[in-house]
């Protein structure tokens, strides 16, 4: 019977669901790439010599990290229509909330990529007079790249797992379609495990993917 109702829901509510994955990837995606160029910001500040710079970023992705998503996606949700300018919508504010929220995370990433570089390329580079801001563009990011993607593809997977809980705004994606589909079927548990299963199924396949480039960067060493 289980099963039974978990095949009529799909064939009924398939496009639904796909809908929601879609929500899903590109809620995930946006979130990652631009919370990767504001990551990379925060990064350099924090790795700069001035130590307003240092403190003031230093709060920014301790705060970040320290407090549950949830209950930061609230916070934008409820603070930003009061403070910008221009309406924004729930899924504005929800977008918003997990850039920043990836952002300190990402922020770290490259931090720690940026140190893993051997100390001698920054002296080579010093030696040859470039300059902090040529030496970081030319020679210490093209480097830093091969430890920041493996951890950029994992920030992904778990982005695209963190997008759950913006389903409590109704933003579009895949568990905002299961709500949608619970409430018309009535059928909480099969509808669910419908979702739990695409995610399970997404995230393999993207893990697995990521494990290649792993592979394929350290066999380019």
């Not at 307003?52 to 970023?57: A, Q």
């Not at 009535?186 to 979702?195: E, Q, R, V, Y």
Request: aromatic share 10%; charged share 15%.
């Amino acid at each position: 019977m289980f099963l039974e109702n978990m095949i009529k829901i799909w064939q009924r509510y398939d496009y639904v669901f796909i809908n929601g994955l879609f929500g899903t990837l590109w809620l995930a995606l946006i979130t990652v790439v631009v919370g990767t160029i504001l990551g990379t910001f925060v990064a350099l500040m924090r790795l700069s010599r001035s130590k307003l710079l240092y403190g003031v970023t230093g709060v920014y992705i301790e705060v970040l990290r320290g407090t549950p998503i949830l209950l930061q996606l609230y916070f934008f949700w409820l603070l930003l229509p009061k403070i910008v300018p221009i309406t924004m919508s729930d899924t504005a504010c929800i977008i918003v909330a997990l850039i920043v929220n990836s952002s300190a995370y990402v922020a770290e990433v490259i931090r720690a990529g940026i140190q893993a570089v051997d100390k001698g390329q920054t002296e080579a580079a010093k030696s040859l007079g470039m300059s902090d801001r040529n030496m970081m563009q030319h020679i210490i990011l093209p480097q830093a790249v091969k430890n920041i993607l493996p951890a950029l593809g994992n920030e992904f997977i778990v982005m695209v797992k963190e997008t759950s809980l913006a389903s409590v705004f109704f933003v579009g994606e895949l568990m905002t379609a299961y709500k949608t589909v619970q409430s018309t079927t009535f059928l909480a548990l099969p509808s669910l495990t419908i979702a739990g299963l695409i995610y399970l199924i997404v995230t393999f396949v993207l893990t697995k993917l990521l494990r290649l480039l792993e592979r394929r960067l350290k066999a380019s060493d």
